[in-house]
């Protein structure tokens, strides 16, 4: 466990597996949320949150539940229903201790149960830090960072988004592309700059 | 029985869940680089809507409202896990190329919204065509991005080479190529669909 490995994971959970425009998670709410950018920035906290956590819930989990009792065929299943019951004790927790926050968050916060994002990251920890039923060194810990870097590069990709699709409502554009094929098509661009980022090595 | 058939056809280009739904599109962009890619994921996806419409249908009546989503989801996975399960076994290389998301179907939204949507409020009979319909809509949906990504970014198909001397355009074997490929496909569904109105 060093800096360096935490820079690799920075890097190229930021930047060059950016889990949006490269790893096409959580790309529904990425096109349907990126209108403007205060609503995206209010998912993308929320979605950043909700990462973090269930990295750190389903590493638990995965270590003590599944690994010990050789049941890691049932990750899928288990993971899921975590996240699933994660996401609405945060809902019910926020709604009681600051309904300011709850009404910011707004329909975005059940929403994230369904965000591939969050179980795609869980399942790629599991992946990376997990070598043939074996724990690395310190896995908890790049877990944890793998979730709060994929996390930033969602709302990286976000802000980049929405900032753009907010100056194209003054544009006219071909009536056949408006809106969705649109946002595709700058997503392509976007993704197209990142791959920049290929061969960036620490 | 021509109910049935309508329920079966609709999938398919009607509310085709890709294009016209525009349910589903993280795993379609993601494994839409090779045509075989693409059937894997299509029959895995098909075969977990099928036994998730089947099973949703059948106890409807005995989930409580309030809790149907994680109902819905536990049983979504379970079929998920089989698919993973049985690809692991039976064809292992489709596995590895398809990676991640095998686990991901569960959050495909073509399947919660099926069956929150249809599955919840129809019988038996027409919920397993409906799944088939969905399922085979998105699996040619899938064929055809793979197979314009395949082409121009590798100038081949399944692995058989069509034009001599073509120079391969390799960005549309790259995610970018895919997020324009979609783009494109989904501003061409809309000229059509005005030009008809």
């Given at each position: 466990?060093?800096?360096?490995?935490?820079?690799?994971?920075?890097?190229?959970?930021?930047?060059?597996?950016?889990?949006?425009?490269?790893?096409?998670?959580?790309?529904?709410?990425?096109?349907?949320?990126?209108?403007?950018?205060?609503p995206a920035l209010a998912m993308s906290s929320a979605v950043m949150f909700v990462i973090v956590m269930s990295?750190?819930?389903?590493?638990?989990?995965?270590?003590?539940?599944?690994?010990?009792?050789?049941?890691?065929?049932?990750?899928?299943?288990?993971f899921i229903l975590v996240i699933a019951t994660f996401v609405q004790l945060v809902e019910m927790v926020i709604r009681k201790l600051s309904p300011q926050l709850y009404r910011a968050f707004g329909i975005y916060l059940p929403l994230i149960t369904v965000n591939c994002a969050v179980l795609g990251v869980a399942v790629l920890n599991i992946d990376m830090f997990f070598v043939n039923g074996k724990v690395l060194v310190g896995s908890f810990y790049y877990s944890v960072f793998q979730g709060v870097c994929v996390g930033l590069g969602y709302t990286l990709a976000m802000?980049?988004?929405s900032g753009i699709r907010e100056r194209l409502e003054l544009c006219n554009v071909p009536k056949a592309l408006k809106d969705f094929p649109l946002a595709f098509i700058i997503a392509s661009i976007l993704s197209l700059s990142f791959m920049g980022f290929n061969g960036f090595k620490v | 029985?021509?109910?049935?058939?309508?329920?079966?056809?609709?999938?398919?280009?009607?509310?085709?869940?890709?294009?016209?739904?525009?349910?589903?599109?993280?795993?379609?962009l993601a494994v839409s680089v090779s045509v075989a890619n693409a059937i894997g994921m299509g029959i895995a996806a098909t075969f977990v809507l099928l036994g998730s419409s089947l099973i949703i249908s059948l106890v409807r009546d005995f989930?409580?409202?309030?809790?149907?989503?994680?109902?819905?989801?536990?049983?979504?996975?379970?079929?998920?896990?089989?698919?993973?399960?049985?690809?692991?076994?039976?064809?292992?290389?489709?596995?590895?190329?398809?990676?991640?998301?095998?686990?991901?179907?569960?959050?495909?939204?073509?399947v919660l919204g099926r069956a929150e949507a249809f599955a919840c409020k129809n019988n038996i009979a027409r919920s397993f065509f409906d799944g088939l319909g969905m399922g085979v809509g998105f699996t040619l949906?899938?064929?055809?991005?793979?197979?314009?990504?395949?082409?121009?970014?590798?100038?081949?198909?399944?692995?058989?080479?069509?034009?001599?001397?073509?120079?391969?355009?390799?960005?549309?074997g790259m995610p970018s190529g895919a997020l324009l490929v979609i783009g494109l496909l989904l501003g061409l569904f809309n000229l059509l669909k005005g030009r008809k109105v």
């Open positions: 466990m060093n800096i360096q490995e935490f820079l690799t994971i920075f890097i190229s959970a930021v930047f060059v597996y950016n889990v949006i425009l490269s790893r096409f998670l959580g790309l529904c709410s990425f096109i349907a949320i990126s209108k403007e950018t205060k990295s750190a819930i389903t590493w638990f989990v995965y270590r003590f539940l599944l690994l010990p009792f050789n049941l890691t065929y049932l990750r899928t299943i288990s802000l980049l988004m | 029985m021509r109910n049935l058939i309508k329920e079966f056809t609709k999938g398919i280009i009607k509310e085709n869940p890709t294009f016209v739904l525009a349910l589903g599109l993280c795993p379609t989930i409580p409202e309030k809790i149907r989503i994680p109902c819905y989801i536990v049983i979504i996975a379970t079929f998920v896990t089989i698919a993973e399960l049985c690809m692991k076994a039976y064809s292992p290389a489709l596995d590895r190329s398809l990676g991640i998301y095998v686990p991901l179907i569960v959050v495909n939204c073509i949906a899938l064929i055809l991005i793979s197979a314009i990504r395949e082409f121009l970014g590798s100038g081949q198909i399944l692995g058989y080479a069509l034009v001599k001397g073509f120079e391969p355009i390799f960005v549309f």
